[in-house]
């Protein structure tokens, strides 16, 4: 699989938050509105033990896995091998989150795996810096995430969204790039797409919505409208 850099793209990222049924519940949703909005990519998360499930159950997302070791087949105890997940449906997954950080070494083994068997890479940053380092990389897309702000329902502001947004693209033009911190509104998808990201996710801001349902349709919408602006 190979990220369309046309478009414009939405992460749900339930974490550990759903898994089962509900998990499966959302993920409807979101396949749903994946359809609707051709335009947009939607990734969907899940523990490792529903991505085959959630392939299974869904036509138009992205599954996308919480880690991916890079690692061959082989040795390697309780580790996540990359074969496996790409056997399960596996099309993308998250690198280097702040709940499950690694080396650079690490990060670019894991992308020199995925990129042997087309899996999608999402890598995240805590930092202009290591976003730049990251950069380097032959990543698909750097999240720009600052730990501080995850799960605050504070944003990260304009000048730090251009200013990350700038130094990536003149290290590598190629990698897509997302935005994501404190993400909890539809409004804050909207303003975080029309300042120049080429994608977003929420966690907290669906899961813990009053209608998570509806939170993942309007939010996706929003990405829609922002990538009109």
Do not use: W
């Amino acid at each position: 699989m190979k990220i369309n850099s046309k478009k414009h793209f939405f992460v749900f990222n339930p974490k550990s938050y759903l898994y089962g049924e509900k998990l499966i519940k959302y993920a409807k949703v979101a396949d749903q509105m994946s359809k609707k909005y051709p335009n947009i990519d939607v990734f969907v998360t899940g523990p490792y033990a529903d991505l085959y499930r959630l392939k299974k159950e869904t036509e138009n997302i992205i599954v996308t896995a919480q880690h991916m070791d890079g690692i061959n087949p082989g040795r390697g105890m309780g580790a996540v091998l990359p074969e496996s997940l790409k056997e399960a449906g596996v099309g993308a997954t998250f690198l280097n989150h702040a709940e499950h950080p690694l080396t650079l070494a690490q990060i670019a083994a894991s992308v020199k795996r995925a990129k042997e068997l087309g899996i999608i890479t999402i890598v995240c940053a805590d930092s202009k810096e290591e976003a730049k380092a990251i950069a380097t990389l032959d990543v698909d897309i750097i999240l720009c995430e600052p730990t501080k702000l995850i799960g605050t329902g504070k944003t990260s502001d304009r000048d730090y969204v251009e200013s990350t947004n700038n130094s990536i693209r003149e290290i590598n033009p190629h990698a897509l790039i997302m935005q994501a911190a404190g993400i909890s509104t539809a409004e804050d998808v909207f303003n975080t797409i029309s300042q120049g990201a080429d994608g977003t996710g929420c966690t907290s801001g669906i899961v813990k919505a009053k209608d998570p349902e509806q939170m993942i349709r309007d939010m996706i919408e929003a990405v829609d409208k922002g990538s009109r602006v």
